[in-house]
């Protein structure tokens, strides 16, 4: 039989099946008028919260400057579904796209889905969960004790422009073939952070003031990474790698896959699996 045949085949096959068991095929999503709904949450009566942002696709942007809520801010969309759900069970809240499994094949170039939100001062265990999107968080001067991070293929930028004013636990950032940047990292005022990554564009600036021994472990597959470690902080970075390339720029010594910069305070270890691609080390 022709080759060129058997995927048509086998495309009908399934079509046929689905159709023989009742499956219906999802119906493309249609624009509608486009509406901005006012989202608040307030501070649990505890006042600490675990807060998850379940958003999907589009765009969502953080800042802080909440007054007395937990979440301030808007939400703006044109496509019923795509309305925003707030819960609340004790210090947990969570806003998350209303439907998380309509069965529609929605495509964001004709729909809008755009959240706008500030976040309060209140002690927060933040969790964003998403997908395609484009997402700008600004989190400095917040009180987070821990942040995880969730995404598919994504194009981020994260930063911490002022100090954390809580001690962070753990930083994790999970996401897939993305452009991602985290600046400000050592603003964040973690203990450890792991970052997971495929094939991308990533970029991790531990500028601002380490305040304790830290620890960030990485691990991606091919990609072009940044890492940004200013001058005058203690560091040593540890590479295993099968191929990638690894640029180091002056004031690093090398010993075996073990890059030290010396300076005074306290000492930021990091630990990079990468599998291939460009890994940079720069001021």
């Known amino acids: 039989m022709n080759r060129k045949i058997l995927p048509i085949l086998l495309v009908v096959f399934l079509v046929t099946t689905a159709c023989g068991f009742g499956i219906s095929l999802p119906k493309a999503a249609t624009p509608e008028a486009e509406v901005t709904d006012e989202i608040t949450a ?4 505890s006042e600490k919260a675990r807060l998850t942002l379940s958003f999907g696709a589009g765009e969502l942007n953080l ?7 937990l979440v301030d801010g808007t ?6 579904k795509l309305k925003p759900v707030i819960k609340t069970d004790g210090d947990s809240v969570s806003i998350q796209v209303g439907e998380n499994n309509f069965n529609t094949f929605p495509s964001f170039g ?4 755009r959240w706008d939100l500030k976040l309060g001062s209140a002690p927060t265990d933040l969790t964003i969960e998403a997908g395609a999107y484009t997402g700008v968080f600004e989190l400095g001067g917040l009180s987070l004790t821990g942040l995880t991070v969730k995404d598919g293929a994504a194009t981020v930028k994260l930063a911490f422009s002022s100090p954390n004013k809580a001690e962070m636990s753990i930083l994790r950032y ?13 603003n964040a005022n973690f203990g450890t952070l792991v970052f997971s990554g495929g094939a991308g564009d990533y970029t991790l600036d531990f500028s601002g003031g380490l305040q304790r021994a830290a620890t ?8 072009n990474m940044m890492l940004v470690i200013p001058e005058g902080v203690h560091a040593v970075v540890t590479v295993e790698s099968g191929a990638a390339n690894v ?4 004031g690093w010594a090398q010993s075996g896959n073990v890059y030290t910069q010396e300076g005074a305070g306290p000492t930021l ?3 990079i699996n990468i599998g291939a691609g460009n890994l940079t080390l720069t001021k």
């Open 110 to 113: 004709n729909l809008t889905n």
């Open 75 to 80: 939400a703006t969309y044109n496509y019923s």
């Open 247 to 250: 640029n180091a720029g002056a």
């Open 216 to 223: 960030a472990t990485i691990d991606s597959g091919l990609c």
């Open 269 to 271: 270890t990091v630990l």
């Open 63 to 69: 800042s802080p400057g909440a007054k007395d809520a």
């Open 42 to 45: 307030p501070v649990p009566s």
């Open 174 to 186: 999970e996401t897939g073939a993305s452009n991602v940047k985290l600046s400000g990292l050592a």
